[in-house]
């Protein structure tokens, strides 16, 4: 493990009355992907959203790179380097997949040769490059979102289940891209239900359940101990297989 | 018994026992305590408007809707009342069924725009009851040959509620008990039983589930509160009441136009009158009523006797020119939504706690 | 990786859709159409026509800021109308200030005197709404009920102080010299000032479009409309660029009222309370949020009131509320509902 990128300490979060979040203590080394697994409602967006400012913890301390970032808004943790794919993708189905870039590459211009990157690994958005946004199919959308979080280098990239609702040849050809992503310096905190793509890509995971961490390893390590898989994700898992 | 009247929800704050106490006793014993027409006037005009700011209060502060429509029921109650005694005479049998079919006529169209508008948004309420009131006030306007246009209509009521009747001869406290004060008391007890009769609704099992949906109206559709129909609901009741204060309006004025119960200023006053007393506390719609009434009454001339005091500085003449009140109360209005949400009887209750 | 793995698809849209699409735009010309047939008379029909469009465009300038700003921050201005009234007054004291101007037998002096009295109104509502936003809406962000009586309480405030600084009494002003009259087309006698207007609202149409469409900003207040907070996620400041749209919605505000008052040629402190009416019929038939609805809207309910002006004078207003029944009996949230990605 090098240096840690992003560090939880202690963060609770609470959404109106309820308690989301209950002292989340999570470390993301730099480089490679990590992996934030567990069942619905253990609060795996909710951590992302915290990251990222669109709620605010209650308590606890968020450090990105050597900074806190705990009490900063959204567009300053943006733009000191996180770039964020939500749940819902985020997609703005009113603009044209080229707007939807554009907008994504803050000082307006697209490094052509980081484009042809993109498209390269994502064909879709290059043949789909003026068309509406909202008529992108939902594979499509999901490949978009990843794309606008990357046309700007960025150190990291907070993304939600990606794989949501999508039909196994999308799963393939999204973890293959998620994986060539990685061979480039950005770092990844991927939210992940299918442990199957999770395990494939994987370098280290911790686990959720009810607004904790449960564990916290190396993604190897769990892969190859199945006891501990039962015994952590017996609920989260099979279900999602 | 008195804590079962109030329907188990007391005052909770000692001066604002007494405040309301002492309005109380005031609008009750109005005619020997405070000889004079006018002073009578203003009672009367106390006593219908903390019903009609009480129901607006069911509304605005137990469910949270806002509506631009409440001057428009009650208009319509007023209309009612008023066409029944143009058109059958002046008995008490009109005034019945003039309120009824004025009650009936806003409950209809409460419940029409209730159930086509409030499915989306309460924003969106706001808006359309907006505009269906403008559309109402300018309807009645032009059909002259019903509601008499702009000039309204002026008509009779019965003998027994006309300074023209007498009691009996003698006078008590030096006042002669006629026709007028009859009249007094016929608003002053209806205000009252409709005023007790909000209170119950608002801590019923019906008025707790409102205050649930205002807090929270996913979570109580999720619990399998059917969100509408309660909204709804509420917004007949409220219209029914703010009609049947038209009603007392009408027969107290014998006269009704369309300056006296649907210009949108009545719907401002009603709305300053209901967060400054104070919302979702039914109680504030009393102490906001009466204040408000007692400051339009009486404050306007001070503020014009100060102006004039200082004529010679040009703009801050104007500003607390007699005519200019309603900018200071605009201002408090801002004030108190932003420091005080819960206006005077929040306050006192806040100050005891 | 493998090309093939995805296949290119674009979702087919079924033609039925496609026209409900498009089916708000037809509403326009149908409603003309109806009228002619109502009216019989061509050139009256056209007279009414243009007056129409006249007055919904100048609806439609009041009434876009107002959907905009509820698109972009949830937030529905009650004292909109205030800077309608503002935008009157100022424009008008421009106006009798350049009163040699206005009254000169030159055509571009008319004219510059109409510019600068426009051009003072939207600098005056424009700061206007900059304070409104920092003090009476910023507070109470996501409070719809707060808001709504917030706004009122300063739409009470800023009529009140009106009378302070104009006083209590409407104020009348002529036109422009150039500005009065009619001409006629055909058989049909149509105002000057009217064609004006119309002129105006559609360049001001065109030109929002194209900042909606192609500039940075437009893409931005389309992107916020639809989902805000990816937009904060993507490193912009939404509530930077709210302000800014509220400044605007503000200065346009301001413009309707100064050519509104130059329509009716008499100004009141409460005409913009008046023609919020209005404004809230166009902005809910529209759909909340949506320009290119709230334009529709606005045609719709311009051309209606003046053929029902003409038809029938005493239901104009009682139609727009059935016009907005209509509608929201067809689709409840407006003709173009704005999707709302949350």
Known sequence: ?241 | MLKRLLSGDTPRSPVLTALLLVILLTLAFAPFLLPGTKSLETAARICIFIVLVASYDLLLGYAGIVSFAHTMFFGIGAYGTALALSSTGPSFLSIVWGSAAGALVAALFALAIGLFSLRVKAIFFAMVTLAVASAFAVLVSQMSWLTGGEDGLNYKIPRELTPAFKLFSAKIFGTSVNGKVLSYYLVFTVALCLFLMLLRVVNSPFGRTLQAVRDNDFRAEAIGYRVVWYRTTATVMSAVVAALAGSLLAVWLRYTGPATTLSMEIMIDILLMVVIGGMGTMYGAVLGATLFILAQTYLQGLMGAASSAISAVPVVSDLIAADRWLLWLGVLFILSVYFFPTGIVGRLRKARA | MSGSAIKPRIEKVSLSDRLADKAPLLLVPALALAGLLAIGNPSTWLTLTVAGVAMGLMVFIMASGLTVVFGLMDVINFGHGAFVSVGAFVGFSILIWLGGWASAPSVFLNLAAVLVAILVAMTVTGLMGYAFERVIVMPVYGQHLKQILVTMGGLIVAQQLIYVFWGPDAIHVARPQSLQGSILLGNAAIEKYRLVAVGIGLVLFLVMRHILRSTRIGLLVRAGVENSEMVEALGYRVKRLFLLVFMAGSALAGLGGVMWGLYQETITAHMGSDIMVLVFIVVIIGGLGSVEGCFIGALLVGLLSNYTAFLEPKVALVSTIGLMVVILMWRPQGLYPVVKAK
Not at chain 1, 10 to 15: D, L, M, S, Y
Not at chain 1, 32 to 42: D, E, I
């Open chain 1, 1 to 241: 493990m090098t240096t840690p990128l992003l560090t939880l300490e202690g963060v609770h979060t609470h959404i109106g009355p309820y308690h989301i979040l209950q002292g989340v203590d999570l470390v993301v080394p730099e480089g490679g992907v990590s992996v934030l697994l567990g069942r619905n409602g253990a609060g795996k967006s909710t951590t992302l959203r915290t990251v990222m400012g669109l709620w605010t913890a209650s308590r606890g301390r968020i450090s990105f790179g050597g900074r806190e970032i705990t009490r900063l808004d959204t567009p300053s943790i943006s733009r000191s380097g996180i770039a964020f794919v939500p749940e819902n993708m985020g997609i703005f189905t009113d603009l044209t997949v080229a707007e939807n870039m554009t907008l994504a590459a803050s000082r307006g211009g697209m490094d052509p040769k980081r484009l042809a990157w993109i498209q390269d690994l994502f064909p879709p958005i290059g043949t789909f490059w003026n068309s509406s946004a909202g008529t992108l199919s939902g594979g499509q959308k999901q490949m978009l979102a990843v794309s606008r979080a990357i046309i700007e280098p960025r150190q990291l990239i907070l993304i939600d289940e990606p794989t949501k609702g999508l039909a196994p040849a999308i799963i393939k050809s999204m973890t293959d891209a998620l994986r060539q992503l990685k061979e480039t310096e950005t770092t990844i905190l991927l939210v992940e239900q299918n442990f199957a793509m999770a395990s494939s890509i994987g370098d280290t995971v911790a686990i959720m359940d009810d607004g904790h961490i449960v564990h916290a390893g190396d993604m190897a390590e769990l892969v190859a101990d199945v006891d501990l898989q039962e015994r952590l994700m017996g609920l989260s898992l099979e279900a999602h297989q």
